[in-house]
């Protein structure tokens, strides 16, 4: 299987979660390429059997950069996802990553959030456990 990630991640927690994602992939013989938000062309994606989207809840809503990629999107019909979001407070976004990609006609797998705490902005945030929520993760896409 083919795999592109896409991500944005501000203090390096979704970055971890990805990095950490693209490593159990390679295990699985997945071939993994992965791309922040400003080095992939939303209008020209590689060919992929999969496609990852990764970032932060900020201000309420899926993070800017995000928001403006899955908006700029093009020729994604009918192709699958699975969406990552990091967020600090109870409430995860990725209904709001959902909607966004719906418009794409695009087709969701999976979905799983991470909650961050303590140390968030030094990119130590996420907790305990979080590596066997995303090994979960793999086993859906
Ligand atoms: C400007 C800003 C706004 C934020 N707003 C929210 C928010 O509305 N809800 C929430 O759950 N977390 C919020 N957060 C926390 C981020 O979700 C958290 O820092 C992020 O998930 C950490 O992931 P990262 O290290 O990959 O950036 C905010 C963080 C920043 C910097």
Redo the contacts with the bound molecule.
């Keep these: 299987m083919n795999y592109v990630i896409v991500y944005w991640?501000?203090?390096?927690?979704?970055?971890k979660v990805v990095d950490y994602l693209a490593g159990k992939l390679n295990e699985k013989k997945g071939e993994v390429k992965i791309f922040k938000t400003d080095e992939a062309d939303p209008t020209a994606m590689p060919e992929a059997d999969l496609y990852v989207f990764s970032a932060?809840?900020?201000?309420?809503n899926v993070q800017k950069n995000m928001r403006k990629f899955m908006k700029k999107l093009e020729g994604m019909e009918e192709n699958k996802y699975g969406i990552i979001n990091?967020?600090?407070?109870e409430?995860n976004c990725l209904h709001k990553m959902e909607a966004l990609l719906a418009k794409k006609k695009m087709v969701k797998v999976t979905g799983v959030d991470f909650k961050?705490g303590k140390d968030?902005?030094a990119?130590n945030?996420l907790v305990e456990g979080w590596e066997a929520k995303v090994d979960e993760f793999v086993e859906k896409l």
């Design positions: 991640s501000r203090y390096g927690n979704g970055k932060p809840t900020e201000a309420f990091t967020h600090s407070m409430r961050v968030a902005n990119g945030g």
